[in-house]
């Protein structure tokens, strides 16, 4: 798991990220109640070990029944998602986190869940900057209020705060982020695999294990399927 500087860390830019995405929605009087979508149904893939690793910081604090009714719902949520990829459709399945509308680890959610919603960009390392425009309410939002002159719509700007996370990322890896495959895992997959177990990267496969920097326990096993 992540030590106690890693952790203090990730709260820190989780919470910029709020500040940031709370900023965005009150300039657009924007909020989720009332909204006849759900976005916790929507398929993402989360990219990140040290994200894995924080979700499972808070998803052992869970009791042990709602631990166990929560796993239960992640394999129905794989296979639900397995059957709609091997007919060539976009998964659409409830999070397994989602408990009555409400997300149970709403303070370990991870940076997607925190950051979608708003209009927001960011510079690629390549410089080229990427724009989204925000849920399907909000767009409607955007149009209401400031019509085709997008150039005044406020943005939550994700690239420092991005760029602060893939450097906890490479503390957790020893220095070596570039050199590990990218991960490809939904929260279900993160919480039916167990917390996460660094692989060997490219240049050190063959050995049983490696510890970066920042974790403590839970590093060895090498992630099954996705790298």
Request: a neutral charge; glycine letters at 8%.
């Amino acid at each position: 798991m992540l030590n106690a500087d890693l952790n203090e860390q990730m709260q820190q830019i989780y919470g910029e990220m709020e500040e940031d995405y709370r900023r965005v929605a009150t300039q657009l009087q924007f909020s989720c109640d009332g909204c006849s979508d759900n976005c916790c149904d929507s398929w993402f893939q989360h990219h990140t070990f040290i994200e894995w690793a924080y979700l499972w910081r808070g998803f052992r604090q869970l009791p042990e029944e709602k631990q166990a009714e929560i796993l239960e719902r992640s394999h129905r949520y794989c296979a639900e998602c397995e059957k709609a990829l091997g007919s060539d459709k976009r998964p659409q399945a409830m999070c397994p986190l989602n408990d009555h509308g409400r997300c149970v680890l709403y303070a370990y959610r991870l940076m997607v869940c925190r950051t979608h919603g708003v209009p927001a960009t960011m510079q690629r390392p390549d410089g080229q900057r990427l724009n989204f425009p925000g849920c399907f309410r909000c767009q409607e939002l955007v149009k209401e209020y400031y019509g085709s002159d997008k150039g005044e719509v406020p943005q939550a700007e994700r690239t420092l705060l991005l760029r602060r996370l893939a450097m906890l990322e490479n503390d957790l890896l020893d220095g070596k982020r570039r050199l590990y495959p990218r991960l490809q895992l939904t929260i279900a997959q993160m919480l039916v695999e167990g917390p996460p177990m660094l692989p060997k990267h490219h240049c050190e496969r063959g050995g049983d294990r490696i510890k970066g920097k920042g974790a403590q326990e839970d590093v060895g096993r090498r992630l099954p399927g996705k790298l």
